[in-house]
């Protein structure tokens, strides 16, 4: 069976949470898109982890991590975060790394820093770690595959020489950078297959397999479904797509072997980077709301950027869990909601006089005013209450609202940052 763990919104729900939970009753999980752009932060036995581009459920030993296909595969950072966990205490894991999966090269990441500076304020909020122009290539037909890091050096260098010229001409009269050099560029990749050669593997040959066995195969999404490229606030979106059905595409298995999948909501809003958040707060309510949320505070796992904070947007949620195809809804961080007397809940748009209920596209959405639904808070601490019938009745209400509202069976309540502080309903 495969389950699919995905965001609801604009990334930052906690997934990696909820992914290294489920891992626990999985044998194989896997990265099917995104890249380091973005972060899980994971507290277990071992100790509190930010992880990149590593699965969420390396940290069990009876699984098999995998990078598929449809990742932005960056090896320096891949090696880098293996060490760290193992210096750290953690068994080597048994990780493989799918041989169609291309490479984040050093001029990807160089093309993205030059495209922000020259955008100034009118960025599109990038991480800076290469992945629009990752995936520029990828659609280009000129990005680089793992499998090709294996050719021989005549191969490499023709292949450099077609890939060069267009990039140096934008690099030098677009950008006014030093252009860069074959030789270089040859080394990096002598490198990068040094580095990921123990790793490499026919992924979609061995799940095939693992289907046939029986396996329990968990797909871990990065971001959210407002930052996928197609059905997001399109720009300000990611470059790879966010929803579970990709999930498919991006590790190499067929659509159907896909039964269920829990989206990942989170009890109040939060982002990173530009674009547009109808229940988007700010100043003091914001800064104490990011104070107390997450796990030491609304950061991005990433950048260290201030995440921007609002209360939970149930158009946006609703929406999220439609496109995603959601089967359950996992709510996390309701412990953080605690402090509040009354909690708002945006229960529709206001765009030019009139109030909808449904997700606009985004030149809509620019127009569009929050419409709050108060509720009470339960004003108490709600951290390690493993039964849903003890949780206050103001909080119970509110989980019950925010359930009507999406539409979706919240199967699983979050009260805390650690793997066992969950309640099932």
């Known amino acids: 069976m495969v389950t699919a763990v995905v965001g609801a919104n604009w990334g930052d729900e906690g997934k990696g949470k909820i992914t290294d939970m489920l891992g626990n009753e999985s044998d194989i999980i896997i990265r099917f898109q995104g890249g380091s752009n973005a972060g899980h932060t994971i507290v277990n036995d071992y100790g509190k982890f930010a992880l990149h581009i590593l699965p969420s459920g390396i940290f069990y030993n009876h699984t098999t991590s995998i990078i598929g296909n449809g990742v932005a595969l960056n090896i320096p950072d891949f090696c880098r975060e293996i060490k760290e966990i193992v210096d750290r205490g953690v068994p080597q894991p048994k990780i493989l790394v799918s041989d169609r999966a291309q490479i984040v090269m050093p001029y990807h990441i160089l093309f993205d820093e030059c495209e922000e500076e020259r955008l100034a304020g009118k960025s599109f909020g990038s991480t800076k770690s290469g992945i629009a122009p990752f995936y520029s290539d990828k659609y280009a037909k000129i990005g680089f595959q793992v499998s090709e890091l294996f050719l021989d050096d005549e191969s490499l260098t023709d292949k450099i020489r077609r890939v060069l010229p267009a990039k140096n001409a934008i690099l030098e009269h677009l950008y006014k950078k030093p252009a860069l050099k074959e030789d270089d560029i040859l080394s990096t990749l002598h490198e990068y297959r040094d580095m990921i050669q123990p790793y490499v593997c026919d992924v979609s040959s061995f799940l095939h397999q693992a289907l046939k066995d ?27 797509s966010t929803l579970a059905a990709y999930g498919a595409i991006g590790a190499g298995i067929p659509p159907y072997e896909i039964k269920r999948i829990v989206t990942v909501v989170k009890a109040y809003s939060s982002a990173v980077g530009a674009g547009e958040f109808v229940s988007e707060i700010f100043g003091e ?56 007397d009354k909690l708002p809940v945006c229960v529709g748009y206001e765009i030019d006089g009139k109030v909808t209920k449904e997700f606009p596209t985004t030149a809509k959405l620019a127009k569009a005013k929050p419409v709050y639904e108060m509720l009470d808070g339960w004003k108490s601490d709600i951290r390690g209450i493993k039964k849903y019938e003890e949780l206050p009745e103001n909080c119970r209400k509110y989980i019950e609202f925010i359930e009507k509202e999406i539409g979706v069976k919240i199967t699983m309540v979050s009260n805390g940052p650690k793997r066992e502080d969950i309640i099932y309903r």
């Open 214 to 240: 029986n396996k329990r195969i968990l797909l871990e999404g990065q971001l959210g479904t407002l930052k996928d490229p197609d059905h997001g606030i399109y720009p300000m979106v990611t470059s790879s």
């Open 285 to 340: 309510e914001a800064d104490e709301l990011r104070k107390r949320g997450g796990d030491g505070g609304e950061f991005g796992a990433t950048t260290g950027r201030p995440r921007r904070m609002g209360w939970f947007d149930a158009v946006a949620s609703r929406y999220g869990c439609r496109m995603q195809g959601a089967t359950d809804v996992a709510l996390t961080v309701l412990d953080v909601l605690g402090y509040l």
